[in-house]
């Protein structure tokens, strides 16, 4: 459990901390070692694997997740300082069992091979259609470039988004 | 590990005055890295996300105070019309999502010789707005970086904002790196014309950022303000630009790949400031 993670320190030095997060709009309370990530505690904690590790250190943009409606690391962001906002995963996109026009466009375009980095691009692709950054094939690349996909499925990637923003966007 | 979430800016300073040892946290884009990778384990976090007052910026007397929580996303696009360098500057950090958190408070605490926000801020005059309960003092900009990774603020200080002086002229930033996204730069350099006066800045090319008097003095002298740029002109200040810096051989690039870069993104960055100075006169 990632909250058990003293990595060696005396147990007694690691402090903890009480946090109420909001995840898709239900409410968890934790107590939380205080350097466990919010990526950390979605995982191992609430049980959301949906949102992936690729790298831990904000390289890989695969744990993208929206904070307060803004796409943020949650491998860089620590659970503690989400007291009191919102948080929406992969996991809270889809509405009564709905795919978000998003999760739709990426299955039609075949926009992955292994997937891994899935999630993370469909987070980044839906804030970017709400910031309005979408409007031709080079601001698609550039304002994708904090997702990297390993299988090089950045083609049909664009292609997918641009999909969606043509069919009139959708904000989630 | 001790987490302190100060709710005010008085709340955040007293927290730092009982808690040297803490290690502020803003958007997280550097300490979440060291954290995660178990570099250093901080004794203490002081979280000033929460901090309102630091999330604001103002204008007054041609100056903008920007408070240390405004992100870069933020200052590109409410600010890039009063500090365009600095504006251009965000726009090569990271990522979108890098962004969204990171800010230049947060660069000038980390103080890498390579942080985007240096060199901008060297050549347009910026002022460190440092604080603590013993009182707030403003720090040159020239006087901050203090080494590599170091910088002038004292174990009870934070920094509260920057204050950037208005452009007046035009500003540009130029940076090498191994691809066009998410890069540390290998080599930086930016320039801001202030009436007949030049400012300079060179990133990741010296154990600190720093500018470069003798180029600037160089041009001040020799251009001729009413008509087109002198190439050998262009090409001197390149070299004087060049000459001030002190690059190493390290992962990102070679000491010698550094220094020709350098001059010539002194050149650029001139060629297109004259461009706009021209069309503006
Ligand atoms: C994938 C990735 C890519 C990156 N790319 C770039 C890049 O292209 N260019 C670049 O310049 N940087 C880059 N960075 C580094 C980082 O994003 C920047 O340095 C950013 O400006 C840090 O801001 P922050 O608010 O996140 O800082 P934090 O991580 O919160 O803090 C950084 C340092 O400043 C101190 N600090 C923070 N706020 C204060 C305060 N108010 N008073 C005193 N000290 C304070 C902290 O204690 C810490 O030492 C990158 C980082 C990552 C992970
Ligand atoms: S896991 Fe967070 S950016 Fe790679
Ligand atoms: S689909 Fe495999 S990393 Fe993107």
Redesign the pocket.
Same mark, same amino acid.
């Given at each position: 459990m990632a909250d058990d993670m003293t990595g060696g320190v005396p147990v007694a030095t690691v402090a903890r901390v009480g946090v109420t997060l909001t995840v898709n709009g239900a409410d968890y309370r934790l107590d939380l070692d205080s350097r466990v990530t919010l990526l950390d505690a979605l995982r191992d904690r609430l049980g959301m694997t949906g949102t992936k590790k690729g790298c831990d250190?904000?390289?890989c943009g695969a744990c993208t997740v929206m904070v307060d409606g803004k796409r943020v690391l949650s491998c860089?962001t620590l659970a503690a300082q989400c007291e009191g906002k919102d948080v929406t995963t992969i996991e809270g996109l889809a509405a009564d069992g709905v795919l978000h026009a998003m999760q739709e466009a990426f299955v039609r375009h075949d926009a992955f091979q292994c997937g891994y980095c899935t999630s993370g691009q469909i987070m980044s692709a839906v804030c970017l259609l709400a910031e309005g950054r979408a409007g031709s094939d080079d601001a698609i690349r550039q304002f994708m470039s904090g997702n990297l996909c390993r299988c090089g499925a950045y083609g049909n990637i664009v292609a997918a988004i641009r999909e969606v923003r043509d069919a009139g966007g959708h904000d989630a | 590990m001790d987490f302190l979430r100060p709710l005010t800016w008085a709340e955040a300073l007293e927290m730092k005055a009982e808690r040297p040892d803490a290690?502020? +946290?803003?958007?997280? *884009?550097?300490?979440? =890295?060291e954290i995660n990778l178990d570099k250093g384990r901080p004794t203490a976090l002081l979280d %000033?996300a929460a901090v309102a007052e %630091?999330a604001e910026w103002t204008r007054d007397n041609g100056t903008v105070r920007l408070g $240390?929580g405004v992100s870069?996303t933020r200052l590109i696009a409410e600010l890039a019309g009063d500090l365009p360098g600095l504006a251009q500057a965000s726009r *090569? =950090? /990271? @990522?979108p999502q +890098?962004r969204n &958190?990171?800010? =230049? $408070?947060?660069? %000038? /605490? $980390?103080a @890498?010789p $390579?942080?985007? @926000?240096h060199p901008p801020l060297l050549a347009t005059g910026a002022e460190v707005e440092a604080e603590s309960v013993r009182g707030s003092r403003m720090i040159a900009i020239t006087d901050f970086y203090r080494g590599v990774k170091r910088n002038a #603020?004292e174990p009870d200080? #934070? +920094? &509260?904002a920057v204050r950037i002086p208005v452009a007046t002229g035009p500003q540009y930033f130029s940076k090498i790196g191994t691809r066009n996204a998410? =890069? +540390?730069?290998v080599s930086s350099f930016a320039i801001a014309f202030d009436g007949r006066r030049v400012g300079t800045g060179i990133g990741s090319a010296a154990p600190t950022p720093r500018r470069a008097p003798e180029a600037e003095a160089f041009l001040e002298s020799a251009l001729d303000w009413s008509g087109p740029l002198d190439a050998d002109v262009a090409r001197r200040f390149g070299e004087l630009v060049r000459d001030a810096a002190a690059p190493i051989d390290d992962v990102r690039g070679t000491r010698d790949y550094r220094l020709h870069s350098l001059a010539v993104m002194a050149r650029r960055t001139l060629t297109w400031a004259w461009e706009d100075h021209l069309r503006c006169a």
């Open positions: 250190q904000g390289a860089l | 290690t502020p +946290i803003q958007g997280g *884009t550097d300490v979440m =890295v %000033l %630091l $240390a870069y *090569t =950090v /990271g @990522s +890098i &958190r990171g800010t =230049v $408070a947060g660069n %000038l /605490g $980390a @890498s $390579a942080g985007d @926000s #603020l200080e #934070l +920094i &509260r998410m =890069v +540390i730069a």
